[in-house]
């Protein structure tokens, strides 16, 4: 076969793809999830195995085996269809043309991929990284563990990593394009930006090393050097899409349906060393969007276990309510106060660390605890200050009967009147900027009329019945008054065929009118309802729809009677009158059989 992608399509099955990144249920013929790609508790997310495609009812995303890791992971469709040929067997006679951004994205990724080679032999194999390796070993980190993590050593002289990467034939350019690496101002000498520093590669959720993150040592000479720092932006990292650790902890996290979120990588890599494996770092203390799309692939449950005040951080507030918009529940994880961080608590008192985790608080209750607690509510000013603390946060909680509960919980823990507290709560309800009201995941579908969605749903119980073609035919006299010209074409199609099977029907119809079939095809809740009921699904719909033509006619008749008796045209209203009689009875038996 000449072209690889549809070799590909001919090899692929795209309910196996989709199932290694989302769980996927049978359901007739289809298969369905909560959709990946939005917010949603129902199952909208479609995917048939006969026509190989995939479609969400909620938001609209569809497409192809291509689209769909194009979507999910980001990716370009040449990135796509080199990961299918791998996956199938395929040989690409030809590299297929990258972008000259897809060209710098590959460099960096493979030169990411030898500097950390070379920093964790240099921890583990060389003198020049004891001093970073002892240390890791005072904080309990095990040798298995900086394997797992390939932690790394920078040492202070850049020239011998240099040397090393020359020797793989990576040009300047290529090495500053990474971040890792800086020009001087003055010499135009190349420098190590991680300079003895203790190393994280950056790994995103498709192990690829994008980037790293360095860690000063308490041995370095200069102590006023950022404690932490990260790659800088490049056609591979972007902080907003990262979460340390997530390559390794996904699977758990969707296993156990939660993911802990810590701040920094000692605050994952220790509880995850002790056992605790549904967790990941946010490397700073506010979600973006990106990220909560993310995690929201695995689980609908996030417990927070941040070291900031989350009750006065204007940062943690909007990241709390981005989150709530993306419906996820957020729970508190509450240490003993002895403890700083989750990675002590991990080193010194594991047990302590998983009786926490069973008694998580939810987010609100947390808010409205802490604050009580930090100013009271003896005084009229101190109520003031709890109000002021916790009502930027309640007003924002997207589900209106949860946030109206809070408000009266709060009203009731600070001894004051609901309705005050409502009134108060309106003081902080900013109005939204023109950007934010018409920010939308995707667009809002087209709403049918009454009667073509009657139509829709006909054709759909018909395209997947047993046998579509014979009856297309015995339904013939009502599938052609349809008049939406793709509708229309899907049934002359359909009237025409002598055989039928979904993937051949579809590829014999017009491009523009394929999606429509695949809209009609998918959206059968169950294709393989019993003939009995299919057929009485279909007398319903055929009566609904007569139903609406008649009183159509009824009252365009109910209009012509009128004018019959303003002119005094008796004959002909005589006529129309017996003919409107008739309607009426007509229409008085379909509604007695649809009852």
């Known amino acids: 076969m000449s072209n690889p992608v549809e070799e590909i399509k001919q090899k692929v099955d795209i309910v196996d793809i989709i199932s290694k990144s ?41 497409g192809d085996v291509f689209t769909f890791l194009q979507e999910y992971h980001h990716i370009s469709f040449s990135q796509a269809l080199q990961d299918l040929a791998k996956i199938t067997g395929v040989k690409l006679e030809q590299s297929p043309a990258f972008t000259k951004e897809e060209l ?55 020239d011998l990593i240099l040397k090393y990467l020359s020797q793989k034939n990576f040009s ?31 790994v995103n959720y498709r192990d690829q ?14 102590q006023n050097l950022a404690k932490y720092i990260n790659s800088p932006a490049t056609p591979a990292y972007f902080k907003s899409q990262m979460l340390f650790g997530l390559n390794l902890t996904k699977d758990n996290i969707r296993t156990q349906n939660s993911a802990i979120i810590t701040e920094g990588e000692f605050d994952m890599i220790t509880p ?44 943690a507030q909007k990241s709390i309510q981005t989150a709530d918009s993306f419906d996820f529940d957020i729970r508190i994880l509450i240490f003993d106060e002895k403890y700083k961080d989750p990675d002590e608590v991990a080193t010194k008192d594991i047990a302590h660390f998983q009786d926490s985790l069973k008694n998580t608080v939810p987010v609100w209750d947390y808010l409205i605890n802490s604050s009580i607690k930090n100013f009271g509510i003896d005084s009229p000013k101190a109520k003031k200050q709890v ?51 018409g920010e939308s995941t995707s667009p809002a579908p087209i709403q049918s009329s009454q009667v073509e969605k009657l139509q829709e749903y006909l054709l759909s119980l018909v395209l997947t019945a047993k046998k579509p073609v014979l009856l297309a035919k015995k339904l013939k006299k ?57 057929s009485r699904e279909i007398k319903k719909t055929i009566a609904s729809l007569e139903t609406i033509n008649l009183k159509d006619q009824i009252n365009k008749m109910t209009q012509q009677i009128a004018q019959l008796e303003q002119t005094g045209q008796l004959d002909e209203l005589k006529s129309l009158e017996m003919e409107y009689n008739q309607l009426l009875v007509k229409l008085s038996r379909i509604q007695s059989s649809k009852d």
């Open 387 to 437: 109000l002021q603390n916790v009502l930027p946060f309640l007003t924002k909680i997207n589900n209106s009967v949860i946030r109206s509960d809070y408000l009266s919980l709060l009203a009731t823990q600070i001894g004051s009147d609901p309705q005050s507290i409502l009134e108060e709560s309106q003081k902080y309800l900013s109005v939204q900027s023109p950007k934010e009201a």
């Open 209 to 222: 090393i994008v980037g790293f993150s360095g860690r000063i040592l308490p041995s370095s000479a200069n």
């Open 104 to 158: 710098i994205r590959k460099k960096i990724l493979e030169i990411n991929q030898e500097v950390a080679k070379f920093y964790h032999h240099l921890l583990t194999q060389h003198p020049l990284g004891a001093p970073a390796l002892d240390y890791l070993k005072n904080r309990g980190i095990k040798p298995e563990t900086i394997k797992l993590f390939k932690i790394g050593y920078s040492p202070k002289n850049s």
């Open 172 to 202: 300047t350019n290529d090495l500053i394009a990474t971040g890792t690496f800086g020009k001087s101002q003055y010499g135009n000498r190349i420098y190590d930006r991680f300079s003895d520093r203790l190393t994280f590669p950056l």
């Open 272 to 315: 995850y060393q002790a056992g605790i494996t549904n967790i990941v770092a946010l490397k700073g203390t506010a979600f973006t969007k990106e990220q909560l799309t993310l995690l929201r692939r695995y689980t609908d449950t996030l417990i927070l276990a941040l070291d900031s005040d989350l009750a006065g951080s204007i940062a």
């Open 478 to 534: 009502y599938l052609n008054t349809f008049q939406k010209p793709t509708l229309k074409t899907i049934i002359d199609q359909l009237l025409k065929a002598k055989k039928y099977s979904p993937a051949t029907f579809q590829s014999r119809l017009p491009a523009e009118v394929q999606p429509t079939f695949q809209y009609l095809y998918l959206s059968a809740s169950n294709p393989q309802i019993l003939s009995e009921v299919r």
């Open 22 to 62: 989302i769980t996927l249920k049978k359901r007739g013929r289809h298969h369905v999830a909560c959709c990946p790609f939005h917010s949603e508790k129902t199952p909208s997310f479609t995917v048939s195995p006969e026509l190989q495609i995939f479609k969400c009812f909620g938001c609209g995303k569809s």
